[in-house]
């Protein structure tokens, strides 16, 4: 016969196991159950576990929580203190899950603060994914002052998802300064989600910029999107009308 399956209770029980991987498990699969019972014994794990491994398990499992709005403001309180990026991850993870603004909004503070890259990075795509123009002023400020290129990165693909025509001069202003040929070449990503005749020239200009391929490439992509989008049959046709 087979093992009897068994309940939150159980489950429960097992979170104050000896053993890390038990506790893990458990913690794991509570969250698949979503019985509101296993909440408060989640967030005391999130809180008080020494394992960095089971903690990560209850953040991912209150996950499912989602509809819960006391999750979404304990996870926010305690991925200010946790100390361990695997756990600060798998909370940024929880709360974007749902791409949701509201659920978003607390890891704001940590564009600035978080030292962790990929920590960093979640965060930004977590923020891009809610497609919220509430925040495209916070992930501008990532694209001109973060001094990681893959931080920047992010941002540049968050705001092409968010297409956000209020910041437009602001995407041609930092396209002219920016250092890297991969950041440049998604902020043209993010420029031809928001067709406009203003970014014409610019894009036309890089075409002819030998050194940066991939910025190259990127233009002339982004030119025949615009095209499409405001309505000409393709660049050429949207070239003569601006001359």
Same mark, same amino acid.
């Given at each position: 016969?087979?093992?009897?399956?068994?309940?939150?209770?159980?489950?429960?029980?097992?979170?104050? @196991?000896?053993?890390?991987? &038990?506790? /893990?498990?458990?913690?794991?699969?509570?969250?698949?159950? /979503?019985? %509101?019972?296993?909440?408060? +014994?989640?967030?005391?794990?999130?809180?008080?576990?020494? $394992? !960095?491994?089971?903690?990560?398990?209850?953040?991912? $499992?209150?996950?499912?929580?989602? %509809?819960?709005?006391?999750?979404?403001?304990?996870?926010?309180?305690?991925? *200010? &203190? /946790?100390? &361990?990026?695997?756990?600060?991850?798998?909370?940024?993870?929880?709360?974007?899950?749902?791409?949701?603004?509201?659920?978003?909004? +607390?890891?704001? +503070?940590?564009?600035?603060?978080?030292?962790?890259?990929?920590?960093?990075?979640?965060?930004?795509?977590?923020?891009?994914?809610?497609?919220?123009?509430?925040?495209?002023?916070?992930? *501008?400020?990532?694209?001109? @002052?973060?001094?990681?290129? !893959?931080?920047?990165?992010?941002?540049?693909?968050?705001?092409?998802?968010?297409? #956000?025509?209020?910041?437009?001069? #602001?995407?041609?202003?930092? =396209?002219?300064?920016?250092? $890297?040929?991969?950041?440049?070449?998604?902020?043209?990503?993010? *420029?031809?989600?928001? +067709?406009?005749?203003?970014?014409?020239? *610019?894009?036309?200009? &890089?075409?002819? %910029? #030998?050194?940066?391929?991939?910025?190259?490439?990127?233009?002339?992509?982004?030119?025949?999107?615009?095209?499409?989008?405001?309505?000409?049959?393709? !660049?050429?046709?949207? =070239? #003569? $009308?601006?001359?």
């Amino acid at each position: 016969m087979g093992s009897e399956k068994k309940t939150i209770e159980d489950l429960i029980e097992e979170l104050t @196991n000896l053993g890390v991987d &038990s506790r /893990e498990e458990a913690a794991l699969a509570i969250g698949q159950m /979503e019985d %509101d019972k296993g909440i408060d +014994p989640l967030l005391k794990v999130l809180k008080e576990d020494e $394992s !960095e491994d089971v903690r990560a398990a209850a953040a991912k $499992s209150l996950g499912n929580y989602f %509809d819960n709005k006391r999750i979404i403001r304990e996870l926010a309180k305690t991925i *200010l &203190s /946790e100390e &361990s990026p695997i756990v600060r991850m798998a909370i940024v993870n929880a709360l974007g899950q749902k791409e949701e603004a509201s659920a978003v909004k +607390p890891l704001l +503070p940590l564009l600035e603060k978080e030292e962790v890259v990929y920590v960093r990075e979640a965060i930004i795509e977590a923020i891009g994914n809610t497609k919220s123009k509430k925040f495209s002023d916070e992930l *501008l400020k990532v694209l001109k @002052n973060d001094e990681v290129i !893959e931080a920047r990165v992010q941002a540049a693909i968050a705001l092409a998802k968010i297409a #956000d025509k209020r910041i437009l001069d #602001d995407l041609l202003d930092q =396209f002219k300064i920016e250092s $890297s040929d991969e950041v440049k070449s998604l902020i043209v990503g993010a *420029l031809a989600e928001i +067709p406009d005749k203003k970014s014409v020239e *610019l894009l036309e200009n &890089s075409l002819d %910029d #030998d050194e940066n391929n991939k910025t190259q490439e990127a233009a002339a992509e982004a030119l025949h999107t615009i095209a499409k989008k405001l309505g000409y049959k393709d !660049e050429n046709e949207m =070239f #003569d $009308s601006i001359e």
